[in-house]
């Protein structure tokens, strides 16, 4: 296999299998959740279910302050990556093509050299990441295989994205196959993984919301 | 170059030395000198060398070569007949002595092979094969040339050959014959081939300078060039269209036309977004450009569509950028989730039905229950 | 003596549900919920993560609710819930968590944590691996009506001495009632006080109230322990009582877990709605406040704070009522950092103080309490849940700290208007 | 003085005391509910409230030791309580109520306090018992007279 076909391949059939199984184990995923339901609340409300849990969608994005004091390595480090992986993500020229050209629709990217300084924002932070999950004794505890497998499935795209675009190392072709199976691989083991957290925190935050707007509590 | 001049010079300039030929052809030493001093510059050899090259090539003997044309469109041909330096050709033709190439030479039919033959046996192991199209190995009868199949012919030249030129991307990779779904089976030479030295000049097609740039090298040295992974000439194939282009600025910066007549296409900004592959195409068309270095497909306004690299025509399509997908991904998506949603409710019943049967074999836990 | 590992495996696998299931599917293993979590900050011990309390419910989520668990106990791979595990897990579960809530407050991801860890107490329970002093007090609420053994002579007594100290009556079983008061087994053996100061303060109200002899006790052991059949069965008791009554509003006391028990289990617990309302003690005194018909004169001498009892404040929704009934007596009070939803667990909640094994820890735990109150230096701190109250005192000796508890209701008794004694604080 | 019969006029007779007159009276409330609890510091506390000469450093040692007292025998949240135990905790609080300094004391003065908590302590050791309703309410009627019979000497002591 040449190294075009390599990336042929990736971009053709490997993407459609990795798309598959991912399609298929998020749909599958959150059927599960939703379907295992959720008795009523038969207690009198003192506040509204469905706008606390909207709420709470995207208030938990912000910690309290005390809360931040007490765990700003972990939340400054997780705001940098997140906010990183979007941007090189979802405003990079080329990703957005992609987007359209699946969805429909697309949005106007970022400069080319601001998603590249990203890149290397979330690299580092992600690196930082790492190194905060093994010496935090308390992350170092819950951290199990799950743990390293998604957070190198979530860096290696952004290197290989990052080495491709600056082409260093390999030829052109093997550099954007490399970086088109590296995010396949992310897609695979999405639906199996902590990963799933993109997609389920809505859930999750909606639920907290809801429980605690229900009691009059902003959560 | 005519068909009739590289004919007639056939007899007469089989034997002798290149610097003989040239002598006789009325080619000062001065203007091989100029010649070479371009050649050597594209072939990245030092200035120093050139003396020695041009002496070199002077003393060379004059090598036979065989030109195999299979599934192709002569396209190739037709480049190599266009080479910009305006006496390359000569040089090249009178530097070489082409004993058959059936679109060029004068003779047809059982002459024309007959002098193929002739050559092959004449400068067995000596002479160089060049060959343009793919061989259709599924099933050779889909091109023949006098009765015999690409395939076994080919095999039959390589036996003999020094070395062997793919020229064009379809011998080189199998080119657009072998596009999905290859209907002949059609493999590049290098497939067939094992047991020679073979120069892959990919290009759809190949740019002329770079075809004459790799038979002043065997000339030069009687070596090949140095090769890359692909069996591709270094010297020419060792940058991406993207490194080289003059648009690249505006790739790095994010500036990208969207149409090919919005305001970005007018201002000359980067193509990627309307296909272009020069990113991951390897070839010289950026530098040393096309029609004696006027232009050169992106520099006219039109994407790269890659053809000097393997499987070109199954990219995706020229229009569509080098990071979408290659298929319908929005389809499979759909069809996908669709399938997936039944077997998730299924998956979902399964867990509710599992959970009330736990509902239902749960004993009341009364306070005599706290304790094993 | 009929628990087992089986009916406490099919107890947790009821207790899954979407939430649990969304919830457990979100956790990215950040450990941001064990610096909400005083029992992992003043110990430094990861085990005691909030998350990994869940631990054996989220191994029965994963292994019978999701797709790849079912192929993994197939294949005999996923991780299974035995009785070493509980074991190991029953001091996590129950001595190093008072379900305060907080964790839930502050998951990045939205999880209820500490609605996953009361979960899990269903299934350690069921396998009987609860605590011995849950269980003791579990047994006493079934069988005496209350956690601590409080008959009604006790109540009677209690009720006598105060009609004598306030020459009010206290009525009881009047049928009609607006108001039917709970009790909680705290406030009648330690704080009788707290009776004198509704009957004071309902007298001057004006409002009809009353005291159930069938069904005084508002704790509720059952919602502690994590057996939500003897929950039911104490929540109906007091639907009975009440129906029978023929009340209004059922009142919860200064009692955390009783509000929890009452207010927002209590119907789910049954399985239907309550023909009655339920109020906060601290609600209601609001609503008579709004009314106008709870005046107070004289102010709090010194400087007061408030500590939000989590199953009042974060978990039960009675924030604002209490602030503003303090605003009557005091204008000098003074927040606590991190206060209301976001107040720090006294330490013994979630039936930590009924569990006598868990006495060093909840005592070492208080030190974030102590660094709470060290940073405003109250003169007294106000509370609403006689359980807080006394182990706020405890901790406070323990800590050689010299700031007295109030609790909010008695204290506005203490400055109801036309009285002779108003104001004497 | 006639005699005090009833809460109102033992209260307003109390809250009439000076401070230290408070603390006497209340360490006789104490006094005579002490045999309900097996703490031996209350009775170096009442020993301290009970003298005229304490200084104030003794005072706010026997406030420490009552309420230390006072924590060690209440009844925890869920765990069994007793009521014969749960009398030592309220003659432990009246014990906190005589020795408050009279800053610090909360509603009805140290005497009145002391006093309601001794009361407590005697209902408390009768709950156990069924034939508590006939000896109820012999603490306060005994408070009554005790009042009484100080306020008589005192007037004689004039």
């Known amino acids: 296999m040449t190294e075009i076909e390599l990336l042929n391949w990736a971009r053709g059939p490997g993407l459609q299998i990795a798309t598959i199984i991912f399609v298929a184990g998020v749909v599958i995923r959150i059927i599960e959740i939703l379907m295992l339901g959720r008795k009523p609340n038969l207690a009198e409300a003192k506040g509204s279910e469905m706008s606390a849990g909207l709420k709470t969608m995207v208030s938990r994005t912000v910690p309290d302050r005390a809360t931040f004091k007490r765990s700003s390595f972990t939340i400054t480090a997780g705001y940098f990556f997140h906010l990183g992986l979007f941007i090189t993500f979802f405003m990079f020229a080329p990703h957005i093509l992609l987007i359209r050209d699946v969805i429909g629709f697309g949005w106007p990217a970022l400069p080319t050299p601001v998603v590249d300084a990203f890149a290397v ?14 010496t935090n004794k308390v992350m170092r505890y819950l951290t199990n295989f799950g743990d390293l497998l998604t957070w190198f499935l979530t860096l290696a795209p952004l290197v290989t994205g990052y080495i491709a675009f600056h082409r260093i190392g390999f030829t052109a072709p093997t550099l954007l196959a490399m970086h088109i199976l590296s995010v396949e691989l992310l897609l695979i083991v999405f639906p199996f993984t902590k990963l799933m957290h993109a997609f389920t925190l809505f859930l999750a935050r909606w639920y907290n919301g809801a429980i605690s707007g229900y009691r009059g509590v902003a959560s | 170059m005519t068909k009739d001049k590289i004919m007639q010079d056939e007899g007469k300039i089989r034997q002798g030395t290149l610097g003989e030929a040239l002598n006789r052809q009325g080619v000062s030493r001065r203007s091989f000198m100029k010649y070479f001093a371009s050649t050597a510059s594209m072939l990245a050899l030092p200035p120093a060398m050139l003396p020695v090259i041009a002496r070199a090539l002077e003393q060379a003997r004059r090598p036979s070569v065989i030109w195999l044309s299979f599934q192709e469109c002569t396209g190739c041909t037709e480049s190599f007949t266009r080479a910009h330096t305006s006496t390359l050709e000569n040089l090249i033709f009178d530097a070489i002595s082409l004993d058959y190439h059936h679109t060029l030479q004068a003779a047809a039919g059982h002459a024309a092979e007959a002098a ?3 050559a092959m046996e004449e400068n067995y192991g000596e002479y160089l094969l060049v060959v343009d199209g793919s061989i259709p190995a599924g099933n050779p009868g889909y091109s023949t040339i006098a009765g015999i199949s690409n395939l076994d012919m080919l095999k039959e030249a390589a036996k003999g050959a020094a070395a062997i030129i793919a020229v064009g991307t379809c011998s080189t990779y199998g080119g657009i014959p072998q596009a999905d779904p290859n209907p002949t089976g059609a493999v590049s030479v290098g497939e067939i081939i094992k047991d020679k030295p073979i120069v892959n000049v990919p290009g759809c097609p190949p740019i002329p300078v770079v075809m004459t740039g790799v038979l002043a090298h065997f000339l030069t040295f009687g070596t090949l060039p140095e090769l890359d992974h692909l069996g591709r000439p270094k010297t020419f194939y060792g940058k991406s269209i993207h490194d080289r282009c003059y648009r690249r600025p505006f790739y790095d910066k994010g500036l990208f036309a969207e149409t090919f007549d919005d305001e970005g296409a007018k201002k000359g900004w980067c193509l990627f977004k309307l296909g272009c592959k020069g990113p991951t195409t390897y070839n010289a068309c950026a530098t040393v450009k096309w029609n004696d270095g006027t232009s050169f497909p992106i520099e006219a306004g039109h994407p790269c569509i890659g053809c000097s690299e393997p499987d070109f025509w199954d990219g995706g399509g020229f229009y569509r950028a080098l990071s ?9 998506a759909v069809y996908t989730a669709a399938g997936a949603a039944a077997a998730g409710v299924a998956l979902g019943a399964m867990n509710r039905a599992k959970k009330s049967a736990s509902n239902k074999i749960h004993i009341k836990v009364t306070i005599d229950d706290l304790e094993k | 003596m009929s628990a087992s590992l089986d009916k406490g495996i099919n107890a947790l696998k009821q207790q899954v549900d979407a939430s649990v299931a969304a919830f457990f599917s979100s956790c990215v293993h950040c450990g941001i ?5 005083l029992f992992y900050t003043e110990t430094g011990d990861p085990e005691r993560t909030p998350i990994n309390k869940t631990e054996p419910l989220r191994r029965i989520w994963k292994s019978e609710y999701t797709l790849m668990g079912r192929l993994g106990k197939l294949l005999g791979l996923s991780k299974k819930v035995d009785d070493k595990l509980l074991a190991d897990w029953e001091t996590l579960v129950y001595d190093s968590c008072t379900m305060c809530g907080r964790c839930s407050m502050v998951c990045p991801v939205g999880n209820d944590i500490t609605l996953m860890i009361r979960k899990t107490r269903e299934g350690m329970a069921a396998a009987g691996h609860a605590p011995e002093g849950l269980i003791g007090a579990s047994k006493r609420s079934v069988t005496i009506g209350s956690p601590m053994g409080v008959k009604l002579p006790a109540l009677l007594a209690q009720v006598r001495h105060v009609e004598e100290d306030s020459g009010l009556k206290v ?22 006080e707290f009776i004198e100061a509704i009957a004071r303060i309902f007298d001057k109200a004006n409002a009809s109230w009353t005291i159930s002899t069938e069904a005084f006790e508002a704790t509720n052991s059952g ?7 003897i929950a039911a069965e104490l929540v109906q008791r007091i639907v009975d009582a009440a129906e029978k009554l023929k009340v209004k509003t059922v009142i919860s006391p200064e009692c955390g877990h009783a509000y929890m028990a009452i207010r927002w289990d209590g119907p789910n617990l049954v399985g239907k709605k309550f023909g009655f309302k339920v109020r906060h003690v601290l609600e209601v005194l609001d609503d008579l406040r709004q009314q106008g018909r709870l005046t107070t004169t004289g102010m709090e001498k010194g400087k007061l704070t408030y500590h939000d009892p989590c199953q009042i404040s974060r978990r039960g929704g009675v924030i604002d009522e209490p602030r503003r009934l303090i605003d009557m007596v005091s204008d000098n009070f003074v927040e606590m950092p991190d206060h209301g939803k976001m107040n720090w667990c006294c330490g013994a909640g979630g039936g930590v103080s009924a569990n006598e094994r868990a006495d060093e820890i909840r005592l070492k735990v208080f030190q974030r309490k102590k660094d709470q109150f060290d940073a405003i230096r109250p003169d007294a701190i106000v509370s609403a849940c006689s359980n807080c109250r006394i182990h706020l005192e405890d901790g406070l000796e323990e800590y050689n700290m010299d700031i007295p508890l109030l609790s909010l209701t008695e204290m506005i008794a203490e400055h109801l208007g036309d009285d002779d004694r108003a104001g004497a604080a | 003085m006639k005699d005090i019969g009833n809460d109102a006029d033992f209260r307003q007779a109390l809250q009439a005391l000076d401070p230290m007159q408070q603390r006497e009276v209340a360490a006789i409330f104490v006094q005579h509910v002490l045999p309900l609890s097996g703490d031996k510091r209350l009775d170096r506390v009442i020993r301290t409230v009970a003298d005229n000469d304490a200084s104030e450093f003794e005072l706010s040692g026997a406030l420490k030791s009552a309420k230390a007292a006072t924590f060690d025998s209440h009844a925890r949240c869920g765990a069994e309580g007793h009521w014969s135990e749960q009398a030592g905790y309220f003659v432990a609080r009246a014990a906190v109520a005589a020795s408050t300094p009279p800053a610090q004391t909360r509603v009805g003065g140290a005497a009145w306090q002391a006093a309601m908590s001794a009361r407590m302590a005697h209902t408390s050791m009768l709950i156990d018992d069924v034939s508590s309703e006939q000896t109820a309410h012999t603490e306060c009627e005994w408070q009554y007279r005790s009042l009484s019979d100080y306020l008589n000497a005192q007037a004689e002591g004039k």
Do not use: H, W
């Not at chain 1, 690299?123 to 930082?128: R, W």
């Not at chain 2, 979408?324 to 499979?332: A, C, D, Q, S, V």
């Open chain 1, 121 to 134: 924002i979330t690299i580092i932070s992600l690196l930082a990441v790492l190194v905060n999950r093994l």
């Open chain 2, 116 to 118: 193929r033959v002739a």
């Open chain 2, 324 to 332: 979408m997908p290659t298929e319908n991904i929005t389809k499979t």
């Open chain 3, 33 to 37: 919920c064990a610096e909400a979590c």
């Open chain 3, 171 to 192: 009525p009881l079983d009047v049928v009609g009632a607006e108001y039917m008061l709970l009790l909680s087994s705290m406030e009648i053996m330690n704080f009788p």
């Open chain 3, 223 to 229: 919602i502690q322990i994590g057996v939500s059949d």
